[in-house]
């Protein structure tokens, strides 16, 4: 088991290059099934989560090339519609195969994904949809077998704001037989690079970016050469680090349009932010102000920034609420983090944290991705060392973190 030890106490200086966005990559290589044709991906994040779905999709037939940051997919002797239980179990975003398979080849046999650290997570609502869309969908020995002849358009309502659920819904779509309206659809960015990337290949797609998306069925997709947007939680997670141990540090390749509430609250939390173009430089001096973080669906603040605030917040000046709507178990940071000191009151979906003048570095564990992406910010600015077990959790979700914060000033180093 691998873990991380972090000197803190330093301020993290310098620049770093964002990566492209994980949530982005997982939706658009699953996109290569719908097409006999070459998708050609560039700006794809070396992680952990990227290398399993290259290789379930790999596994189904889907023939793959690779280069450093760029993946070449040709979907035209896939002969496998399976995603099994041994792949889906370590990443989630495999359900996201369900939907291009039962759009191409009409069968799809998909694990159902386990319980997850966070939440429950169910996929009712991909199962619902796909159903409105002609579906016969059978929820066998832990797999969801669906089959259709051909996908007809629907009116789909989300009762629940989905990601997954939009993006999965979205690609069964653009080959059905008719016009499909996703309405209370999820309104993320990576959802609207997913569309981009879909239309790219021929789809049509309006509305993308609102809660209600519009595709009109079309016959086939052609391949097409699609670059995937930055990480906007990767970059959200250097910005808090910095803020957190009082540095200056400016992100490139990164985009501020789709961090505008994170960028919101690092200003309240007293940061200086300055954008221009793909950079964002950010300056903080003295101790962060505390902030109130209240999670909701995208552009409400992201969910998955909720544990980095709640970091800043434990050594900030005041008493700050941390409100989490969207997963009914995303606290698992706060036992961790007392560990090392922090002041936090938990109540249901609501933590309230008075910031305390220091932290004292101890040895932790990280539950799961944004959990552990807490833990390192909390570990930097801890007096002494920090060590973090069961980082497997990290390198899901951040390409090569120890050597990005090492170029900032970090004293961190990956320890067997
Ligand atoms: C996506 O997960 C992201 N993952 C998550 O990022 C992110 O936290 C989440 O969206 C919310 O923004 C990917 O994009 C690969 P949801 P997803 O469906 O799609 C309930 C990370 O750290 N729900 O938007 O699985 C669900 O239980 C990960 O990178 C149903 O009830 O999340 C949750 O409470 C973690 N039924 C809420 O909706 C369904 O069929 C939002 O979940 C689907 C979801």
Known sequence: MQKLAIQGGRPLRGEVRISGAKNAALPIMCASLLTADTLHLTNLPDLHDVGTMRKLLQQMGVTVETAAGEITFKGDKIDKWEAPYDMVKTMRAAILVLGPLVARFGDAKVSLPGGCAIGSRPVDLHIKGLQAMGAEIAIEHGYIHAKAKRLKGARIFFDIVSVTGTENLMMAAVLADGVTV??????????????????????????????????????????????????????????????????????????????????????????????????????????????????????????????????????ADGSAMVVETIFENRFMHVQELRRLGAQIDVEGNTSVVRGVAKLEGATVMATDLRASACLVIAGLVAEGETVIDRIYHLDRGYEHIESKLGQLGASIRRVK
């Open 182 to 315: 996703l309405e209370n659809a999820a309104r993320e960015p990576e959802v609207i690079d997913l569309a981009n990337c879909l239309r790219s290949m021929g789809a049509k797609i309006s509305g993308d970016g609102t809660d209600n998306i519009t595709i009109i069925g079309v016959e086939s997709l052609r391949g097409a050469t699609h670059h995937i947007m930055p990480d906007r939680i990767e970059s959200g997670t250097f910005l808090v680090a910095a803020a957190a141990t009082g540095g200056s540090i400016t992100l490139r390749e990164t985009r501020a349009d789709i961090l505008e509430t994170v960028l919101e609250k690092l200003t309240e939390a007293g940061a200086k932010i300055v954008v221009d173009g793909d950079t964002i430089h950010l300056e903080m001096n003295g101790r962060p102000k505390s902030v109130n973080v209240r999670t909701a669906p995208h552009p409400a603040f992201p969910t998955d920034m909720q544990a980095q605030f709640m970091a800043l917040n434990c050594i």
